[in-house]
């Protein structure tokens, strides 16, 4: 009991001095960044957010980032602060799927609210500007707040042919060109989707034009928030993070922040007592669909994935894909176009590699960049899944 009560003590003092350095951070950045345009307590008010439901929203919010309680003043302070922070938007190859999911909404909430206040300096799909007029709101941007801007990524870049596969704006730069002056200014670089953060469907094979991630064609450290499209709520909290601690949250070995990507689908997934008790979905349509049972078989790929998407899920937190029916598709894992194929057979039923064992080995790979214990937890499960495979056939 004493060992506890010390322990207990020894964490207590160290959250303490965290909250008291993020209020130093907060500070600093109340007097660096330039003044909100906009009073978030009044913008709230007329979305018809109470007082009540934003106080929630920050617990929430609190607890997804892996803080103690005694942080959701400190993430609400964040939070009315996150429209100051200015903002480039790069747009390289992707399919702007990534800014739409942002922009849909039916019932705005306080994230949504959020990413509405953003100070957009430069957005190539949502800005009114253009030509001439848009290169000078970029180099005004990257003049007036060096240091002090975050660059978010939208899509790979391509590498083939000197990177002349792209070629953006009126001087006719090209995407490693562009990415390589602004985030060279930029005060953090951030991934949005799977394409910026590992290439995925621009590289996917044969890769003509040489798509490569971010970080591998510029060679600069990335936050990759992951998925096709991600969920906002790691966009925001990510975002919250830095204004609270002035530094990106603690990664995965994938870059992705851990607060988001830390736990595999499979850990949280609804359906899971199902794939422990060897009930599965074996055709659409089957009892076992109508059951909801689990959708191993069918090709879920949530044993192989890290995303919190079944705990924040997508469309004003209605649903997420397989509460809807349908397994997951690894989209937050890298090259999950050509390593997870086919979508909707299990992983184990291809090849992979040329033949030189099965795509069972994709998992194991991926287990490589988590935390150990998570990944004795994956391989007991998929020594598991073998034993229960082999007595259904």
């Not at 739409?100 to 039916?106: D, I, K, M, P, V």
């Not at 019932?107 to 953003?118: H, M, S």
């Not at 659409?284 to 090709?299: R, V």
Request: aromatic share 8%; hydrophobic share 35%.
């Amino acid at each position: 009991m004493g060992r506890n009560a010390d322990y207990h003590r020894t964490v207590s003092k160290q959250y303490r001095q965290l909250l008291k350095q993020c209020q130093v951070n907060l500070d600093h950045m109340d007097r660096e960044l330039p003044p909100s345009v906009e009073d978030f307590g009044e913008l709230l008010k007329e979305r018809g957010v109470s007082r009540r439901e934003f106080i929630k929203w920050t617990s929430l919010m609190t607890g997804a980032l892996m803080l103690p309680p005694i942080f959701n003043p400190a993430v609400a302070r964040a939070a009315e602060q996150f429209s100051r922070v200015p903002v480039v938007w790069l747009h390289f190859a992707e399919c702007t799927g990534c800014s739409e999911a942002f922009l849909r909404t039916s019932y705005p909430g306080v994230a949504d609210i959020l990413l509405e206040t953003i100070s957009l300096e430069y957005h190539e799909t949502i800005m009114a500007a253009a030509g001439d007029q848009a290169e000078k709101c970029l180099e005004q941007c990257l003049h007036d707040f060096p240091g002090k801007f975050l660059c978010v990524i939208e899509g790979a870049i391509p590498l083939g042919n000197n990177g002349k596969y792209m070629r953006l704006g009126p001087k006719g730069k090209t995407g490693v060109e562009i990415a390589k002056e602004v985030t060279a200014k930029a005060a953090a670089t951030i991934c949005i989707g799977g394409c910026s953060a590992f290439g995925n469907i621009p590289a996917a094979k044969p890769n003509p034009t040489d798509c490569v991630s971010v970080s591998k064609a510029i060679g600069v450290h990335t936050i990759n928030i992951a998925g096709c499209p991600p969920n906002p709520v790691n966009f925001i909290g990510t975002i919250l993070h830095y204004l609270m601690f002035r530094d990106v949250p603690p990664l995965d070995g994938l870059g992705r922040p851990v607060w988001a990507y830390g736990k595999r689908i499979h850990d949280y997934c609804e359906r899971r007592a199902h794939y422990d008790g060897a009930e599965f979905v074996q055709q659409w349509g089957d009892e076992g669909a109508k059951h909801g049972w689990c959708l191993y078989k069918m090709g879920c790929k949530g044993p192989y994935t890290y995303a919190n998407c079944g705990q924040v899920r997508f469309n004003d937190g209605v649903s997420w894909p397989i509460m809807a029916g349908h397994g997951c598709i690894g989209c937050t894992e890298p090259g999950f176009w050509d390593t997870m194929a086919p979508l909707e057979k299990p992983i184990h039923e291809d090849t992979f590699g040329g033949g030189q064992g099965t795509i069972d080995t994709i998992g194991t790979a991926l287990l490589g960049v988590t935390a150990v214990g998570i990944a004795a937890h994956a391989a007991a499960t998929a020594i598991r899944h073998r034993d229960d495979k082999s007595e259904t056939k």
